[in-house]
């Protein structure tokens, strides 16, 4: 067999039966075609990419291959036998194993409990629990899956609890495995651990399926890739004879820009000065250790660290929804620590916010576009012109927010969650850019967010720099913050440990300074962070 | 998948709770089947009861008002994504705070002054019962559910407490309070009515009605409409993103507890004011749980929690009428159907989801 030359097609060995093949899948919800006639196969020991932009149909094909849904018309083929999945016990009886973006696991159960949950094997747990365990420890050391077998799954860091997902699957017996945006909840160096682990399954003959929307792990992993845009396949090729460009434009259906277009900042006065600010969590673990900065007017600055490095409690603490124990942030010659200033006081001064966690934070998903395009300056005279809220004023707001930022579709009444990540996202942005702030705290500008509308919020990102705002924008993308940044700080444990200019910045530097390995003070041990953010780092 | 099922709104808003009403008068049916009476007989007899005189239409709208007042109060402290189930230790109180006024002004001041001062003395005792429930919670998070259950059984120890040793009429063994004085009464409906020259029969209902109305359309306002009812709402739909947007979770917290204990406390108006004209042991008669169903089954909207206190009056209503009437059938049976009610539109509320959203979606794909 040809696997272990990881050529992009394995098909050249004598039986090129797919591992699993679909043929003509068709699905409509209502007036949706979710899928349209949709056929790919993938060869077994390969790992194939599921790459297209948010509600271009990966997902629905993935939930009918895994027995979520059914196909209104088509045939699923595992090993060139045509099988019948009507519910996910049946895609695991035909081998298919599935790992979802949001994780199902008993978060206080221990990693063995989770894996046995519903396939015991017998009224008593003794003899089930040991079984799994002695098979357990075969899968980890077959495929350097290793896991804290006794621990409890929410202690676990986020990459492990993945890793539990892929045991579980593994134990079911799964030879195909699907990946539904892996990495979305991951650091990169979770991310590399992953793909390190996912080439070993490749190569010990396992097939995978990879959904994602992010072109630069399609590029770095897979063997193929199949590209899907509005329900149907538009392109179908081996890795190495295609181009990141390429994907983007199939993907959106026409030329983007991946590199943000922008020329040199022309820094003003100083806006929003943080100094020696502590944070501490509810435990009193400290997250921000003696953090100080300036943001200046029409400067973009970039803040990179591995998640869990304190940025977003940093980022909270700007925002007024923590409050520091040390420190002061001075906006406008008022300190909004010592005047204890919440975030309703804050906007008021000119500083916005679109937090790192849209759905957790940024909206209320049960509430209309329209109420959501309110949210934070419900209490404005524009809305409130005597005791009641101006629904008309209201709808007039959201719509033209909508008309300026392209958020589709342009109604105000459909419930935020009807959208599409980047449209949503849009809309937050929208918010709290229409009151015209001085300074615009941005938490993962494009989390959740398809191509298009990516290069559309850089566009106004930069756009806003240049309008002389001061923006912070925190980003697990290196990418992004090198994209936009004209200055970038990076965090370790808490601590600022690096500041520099985006011409002197490259990603080799920044990644030593984000492992705690600053150039100047030399190697500085990570500190007390816990189990959680210590154990990534492998 | 596990996602809940999206129905059109007609469909979510009314088509289903009928459903679920009609499974649960059919399963009552065969309960009254199995008692050996006839359930189409029983059923008239219910509707006849409840709406086939003026005499029942009364005794319905009646119960219908303290159902509305509680309904209110449950709906609004859910809305701040709280479960009150305290609403009945809050009428309890809250009555009392009505009842004390009526004693002492009912025969010294006119019925204008004492009306308003009646309604606000109640507001303000249910309201007050609520707080420190409303206080645990959002300061110490002592989950609400627990501490109102428990401030029921204070507030019933407390009255038994006030009307048998404080409040008692001296000379008299029933511990009730001594008779309010005439300014302390609302009209009742009747008499209303034959002011403009209409005849209708002679029943508790009063004034108390059109109160719990107004209550209902100020509920709707407030929630709806009112930069406070957003900050409501956004409390009870995503306490982070409250808390982003610069609203204090704990101070909405408090804030709605203390208007659902004052809507609750709306019951000592119909109730003491408006029928008994007197304070008097367990008055609220478990309308404040009721008021539990009624807003869950009205969707936690004044105008759901209208129909549905409607409902529940016309069954409390017609129920009376079908155990005086149907030998075999008595109170007990009478409480078997309101749960059969509350089950099915409350708890089963999902069961019959799930098809009715397969048949919109067969339908929506031809």
């Known amino acids: 067999m040809d696997k272990h030359l990881s050529t992009p097609t394995p098909s050249s060995a004598s039986p090129s039966v797919p591992a699993l093949e679909l043929r003509a899948i068709d699905k409509r919800f209502g007036s949706v075609h979710a899928n349209r006639t949709v056929s790919f196969a993938v060869a077994p020991g390969s790992i194939h990419g599921l790459i297209g932009e948010n509600g271009a149909g990966k997902s629905t094909l993935m939930n009918i291959v895994y027995g979520f849904h059914r196909a209104d018309s088509g045939e699923i083929r595992v090993n060139g036998r045509s099988v019948e999945i009507t519910s996910p016990q049946e895609a695991i009886a035909a081998g298919i194993g599935m790992v979802h973006q949001h994780f199902m696991l008993v978060e206080n159960f221990t990693v063995l409990e989770n894996v046995v949950l519903g396939v015991e094997?017998?009224?008593?747990?003794?003899?089930?629990?040991?079984?799994?365990?002695?098979?357990?420890?075969?899968?980890?050391?077959?495929?350097?899956?290793?896991?804290?077998?006794?621990?409890?799954?929410?202690?676990?860091?986020?990459?492990?609890?993945?890793?539990?997902?892929?045991?579980?699957?593994?134990?079911?017996?799964?030879?195909?495995?699907?990946?539904?945006?892996?990495?979305?909840?991951?650091?990169?160096?979770?991310?590399?651990?992953?793909?390190?682990?996912?080439?070993?399954?490749?190569?010990?003959?396992?097939?995978?399926?990879?959904?994602?929307?992010?072109?630069?792990?399609?590029?770095?992993?897979?063997?193929?890739?199949?590209?899907?845009?509005?329900?149907?396949?538009?392109?179908?090729?081996?890795?190495?004879?295609?181009?990141?460009?390429?994907?983007?434009?199939?993907?959106?259906?026409?030329?983007?820009?991946?590199?943000?277009?922008?020329?040199?900042?022309?820094?003003?006065?100083?806006?929003?000065?943080?100094?020696?600010?502590?944070?501490?969590?509810?435990?009193?673990?400290?997250?921000?250790?003696?953090?100080?900065?300036?943001?200046?007017?029409?400067?973009?600055?970039?803040?990179?660290?591995?998640?869990?490095?304190?940025?977003?409690?940093?980022?909270?603490?700007?925002?007024?929804?923590?409050?520091?124990?040390?420190g002061s942030i001075t906006l406008q010659n008022h300190d909004l620590i010592r005047e204890r200033l919440d975030p309703r006081q804050r906007r008021a001064l000119g500083l916005a916010h679109v937090p790192e966690d849209r759905l957790r934070m940024g909206v209320v998903a049960n509430f209309s576009a329209e109420d959501n395009a309110i949210l934070g300056y419900h209490d404005r005279a524009t809305y409130n012109p005597g005791a009641l809220l101006d629904r008309a004023a209201i709808r007039a707001a959201c719509e033209g927010k909508m008309a300026a930022h392209d958020v589709r579709p342009p109604m105000p009444s459909l419930r935020i969650s009807a959208f599409s990540g980047g449209n949503q996202q849009k809309l937050v942005l929208a918010r709290e850019i229409d009151v015209d702030p001085r300074v615009l705290l941005i938490g993962q500008p494009t989390r959740g967010v398809d191509i298009g509308a990516i290069e559309f919020i850089h566009k106004k990102l930069v756009a806003l720099r240049d309008a002389g705002k001061a923006l912070l924008i925190v980003s697990v993308e290196l990418d992004e913050i090198l994209g936009l940044a004209d200055r970038i700080l990076v965090m370790n444990a808490g601590e600022i440990v690096g500041e520099l200019l985006r011409a002197d910045a490259t990603e080799e530097k920044i990644g030593l300074m984000m492992a705690g390995i600053d150039s100047r003070a030399g190697f500085s041990p990570p500190t007390e962070s816990g189990l959680k953010s210590a154990l990534p780092q492998t | 998948m596990s996602a809940p099922q999206k129905l059109p709104r007609w469909a979510e808003l009314g088509l289903l709770p009928l459903i679920?009403?009609?499974?649960?008068?059919?399963?009552?049916?065969?309960?009254?089947?199995?008692?050996?009476?006839?359930?189409?007989?029983?059923?008239?007899?219910?509707?006849?009861?409840?709406?086939?005189?003026?005499?029942?239409?009364?005794?319905?709208?009646?119960?219908?008002?303290?159902?509305?007042?509680?309904?209110?109060?449950?709906?609004?402290?859910?809305?701040?994504?709280?479960?009150?189930?305290?609403?009945?230790?809050?009428?309890?109180?809250?009555?009392?705070?009505?009842?004390?006024i009526a004693l002492w002004l009912g025969d010294r001041a006119p019925f204008f002054v004492v009306l308003p001062i009646?309604?606000?003395?109640?507001?303000?005792?249910?309201?007050?019962?609520?707080?420190?429930?409303?206080?645990?919670?959002?300061?110490?998070?002592?989950?609400?559910?627990?501490?109102?259950?428990?401030?029921?059984?204070?507030?019933?120890?407390?009255?038994?407490?006030?009307?048998?040793?404080?409040?008692?009429?001296?000379?008299?063994?029933?511990?009730?309070?001594?008779?309010?004085?005439?300014?302390?009464?609302?009209?009742?409906?009747?008499?209303?009515?034959?002011?403009?020259?209409?005849?209708?029969?002679?029943?508790?209902?009063?004034?108390?009605?059109?109160?719990?109305?107004?209550?209902?359309?100020?509920?709707?306002?407030?929630?709806?409409?009112?930069?406070?009812?957003?900050?409501?709402?956004?409390?009870?739909?995503?306490?982070?993103?409250?808390?982003?947007a610069g609203i204090s979770p704990s101070r909405i917290i408090i804030q709605a507890m203390l208007l659902s204990g004052a809507l609750a406390g709306g019951l000592g108006l119909n109730e003491l004011l408006g029928s008994q004209h007197r304070i008097l042991i367990d008055f609220p008669g478990g309308a404040g749980f009721v008021g539990i169903a009624v807003a869950l089954m009205g969707r936690n909207h004044p105008i759901g929690i209208l129909v549905s206190a409607v409902l529940f009056g016309a069954l409390a209503q017609g129920g009376a009428q079908l155990a005086f009437d149907m030998p075999k059938i008595n109170r007990d049976m009478v409480v078997v159907i309101q749960g059969l009610v509350i089950l099915f539109c409350g708890a089963l509320e999902n069961v019959f989801r799930a098809p009715l959203a397969l048949l919109f979606r067969a339908k929506g794909e031809k």
């Open chain 1, 121 to 326: 094997g017998g009224a008593l747990l003794a003899g089930g629990l040991a079984r799994a365990r002695t098979e357990l420890e075969r899968l980890a050391r077959d495929y350097a899956l290793d896991v804290p077998l006794d621990a409890v799954v929410s202690e676990l860091p986020v990459g492990l609890q993945q890793r539990v997902e892929i045991l579980k699957a593994l134990y079911r017996g799964a030879q195909i495995l699907i990946l539904d945006e892996p990495t979305a909840v991951l650091t990169p160096q979770e991310a590399d651990a992953l793909f390190r682990m996912l080439r070993r399954l490749r190569d010990e003959g396992k097939s995978v399926v990879l959904v994602t929307h992010k072109l630069r792990e399609i590029m770095a992993i897979t063997d193929r890739v199949t590209v899907m845009r509005q329900g149907a396949i538009v392109a179908e090729v081996a890795t190495a004879t295609t181009s990141p460009r390429e994907l983007a434009e199939k993907m959106v259906g026409r030329a983007v820009l991946l590199r943000v277009d922008k020329s040199l900042a022309q820094p003003g006065a100083t806006l929003l000065a943080v100094r020696d600010l502590d944070v501490r969590d509810r435990l009193g673990v400290a997250r921000v250790k003696g953090v100080s900065f300036d943001l200046r007017a029409g400067e973009i600055v970039g803040l990179a660290g591995v998640s869990g490095n304190g940025q977003s409690e940093l980022l909270e603490a700007l925002a007024g929804i923590r409050f520091p124990t040390r």
């Open chain 2, 118 to 244: 009646a309604i606000v003395a109640g507001a303000a005792f249910g309201a007050a019962w609520a707080l420190i429930p409303a206080w645990l919670q959002a300061r110490r998070g002592s989950h609400i559910v627990i501490t109102t259950i428990m401030f029921n059984f204070i507030a019933a120890s407390l009255m038994t407490y006030l009307l048998v040793n404080v409040l008692i009429k001296p000379g008299q063994q029933s511990p009730e309070s001594r008779e309010f004085g005439p300014q302390a009464m609302l009209p009742a409906a009747h008499e209303l009515f034959a002011k403009i020259g209409i005849t209708f029969s002679p029943s508790p209902l009063n004034l108390a009605f059109a109160i719990a109305l107004l209550a209902s359309a100020l509920v709707w306002v407030l929630v709806w409409r009112t930069r406070w009812g957003y900050a409501l709402r956004v409390v009870g739909q995503n306490p982070s993103a409250a808390v982003y």
């Open chain 2, 20 to 100: 679920n009403l009609a499974a649960a008068l059919l399963l009552s049916g065969l309960v009254v089947k199995i008692l050996g009476e006839s359930p189409w007989a029983a059923f008239k007899l219910l509707a006849s009861g409840a709406f086939g005189t003026q005499e029942g239409i009364g005794y319905t709208l009646y119960y219908a008002t303290n159902f509305i007042f509680t309904g209110l109060g449950v709906a609004v402290a859910y809305h701040a994504g709280l479960f009150n189930i305290g609403c009945e230790g809050q009428a309890y109180i809250g009555g009392l705070g009505s009842g004390l």
